[in-house]
């Protein structure tokens, strides 16, 4: 299986913060990686797939980019209702993985 | 609006069955691959099992397989998971979660809310 493995483990930002967090895979992936948001007590909502491509609805200040085994999401200026936790996902072989999660809270 | 809607989670003695249920709306079930995610309590994502829109491509983790078994009825526009010789370990919500992908698990696009299932004695 392909591991997933995002860093940090958890982060705090003020708001207006430019934030970044890491996710490597375990080897080359291409652009097969999705990003996830799930905020407290609530469903995982898809941001980004194909490494970079926004999913409709999702404010601009996400954006993310990598290819291989090297990806970085990025929100451009943190905002409150940006608390969560995020989680990358590889699906360039079956199993589809999920990495750890990086908790994101404000500072 | 699409729509997934998830039951039959609740407590069950380890070695027991329980079976799941995802009903959807809001889209063509039968042109979409669905799967089965799962998320212990405070842990994680773990994917568990896919079904592509034929049917006919089936996928499961390996700590499932031989124990978990998915499937579809697409006149009915649902999702199954019956889940037997369950272990305290496979305590999680479990969501359904739409696919984008064609014959093997992709990205997913839409969730559930979620059933919990509690393996416990």
């Known amino acids: 299986d392909i591991q997933m493995t995002q860093s940090p483990s958890s982060l705090s930002a003020s708001v207006g913060d430019r934030v970044t967090i890491t996710c490597r895979a375990s080897?080359?992936?291409?652009?097969?990686l999705a990003w996830y948001q799930q905020k407290p007590g609530k469903v995982p909502k898809l941001l980004i797939y194909?490494?970079?491509t926004l999913q409709s609805g999702v404010p601009s200040r996400f954006s993310a980019s990598g290819s291989g085994t090297d990806f970085t999401l990025t929100i451009s200026s943190l905002q409150p209702e940006d608390v969560a936790a995020y989680f990358c996902?590889?699906?360039?072989?079956?199993?589809?993985?999920f990495g750890q999660g990086t908790k994101l809270e404000i500072k | 609006e699409v729509q997934l809607v998830e039951s039959g989670g609740g407590l069950v003695k380890p070695g027991g069955s329980l079976r799941l249920s995802c009903a959807t709306s809001?889209?063509?079930?039968?042109?979409?691959?669905v799967n089965w995610v799962r998320q212990p309590p405070g842990k994680g994502l773990e994917w568990v099992s896919s079904?592509?829109?034929?049917?006919?491509?089936?996928y499961y983790t390996d700590s499932v397989k031989g124990r978990f078994t998915i499937s579809r009825d697409d006149a009915k526009n649902s999702l199954y998971l019956q889940m037997n010789s369950l272990r305290a370990e496979d305590t999680a919500v479990y969501y359904c979660?739409?696919?984008?992908?064609?014959?093997?698990?992709?990205?997913?696009?839409?969730w559930g809310q979620g059933t919990l299932v509690t393996v416990s004695s």
């Open positions: 080897q080359g992936i291409s652009n097969y």
């Open positions: 079904i592509s829109r034929s049917g006919s491509d089936i």
């Open positions: 809001g889209f063509t079930f039968s042109r979409y691959s």
């Open positions: 194909a490494a970079s």
């Open positions: 979660a739409r696919d984008q992908g064609g014959s093997y698990p992709y990205f997913f696009d839409y």
């Open positions: 996902q590889g699906y360039y072989t079956v199993p589809p993985t």
